[in-house]
């Protein structure tokens, strides 16, 4: 990061890592993917058969995964990212609001 005037501001580089691993959870199912397995480790059979999406998340290093006996077993890395969705939903019901007034005008 680099301080520019007393402001924080991150680098392309940073922002390039950042929009990468934003750009693999731009997916629906893989923001499910990701709230179910937000409770913990999931048995891959569990979350269907979802290897693609799977793949792109694991190269992003959203989440990692171990083979045990026939299973696949999946694991948030960095469980925090779910706090992300947080934000989009308040981002979501923001706008939500403006538009209703906008309506009632």
Do not use: W, Y
């Not at 520019?4 to 691993?21: D, L, P, V, W």
């Amino acid at each position: 990061m680099k301080i520019s005037g007393g402001n924080i501001m991150i680098t392309f580089q940073e922002a390039e890592i950042r929009a990468k691993i934003i750009k693999a959870m731009a997916h629906p199912v893989r923001l499910m993917m990701i709230e179910f397995l937000k409770g913990g480790e999931r048995s891959f059979s569990e979350i269907f058969n979802l290897s693609k999406h799977l793949l792109v998340m694991k190269e992003a290093a959203i989440v990692s995964s171990r083979k045990e006996g026939m299973d696949m077993i999946c694991t948030l890395d960095v469980p925090c990212i779910t706090d992300f969705f947080g934000c989009v939903t308040a981002v979501i019901e923001s706008k939500v609001k403006k538009h209703q007034a906008c309506l009632c005008r």
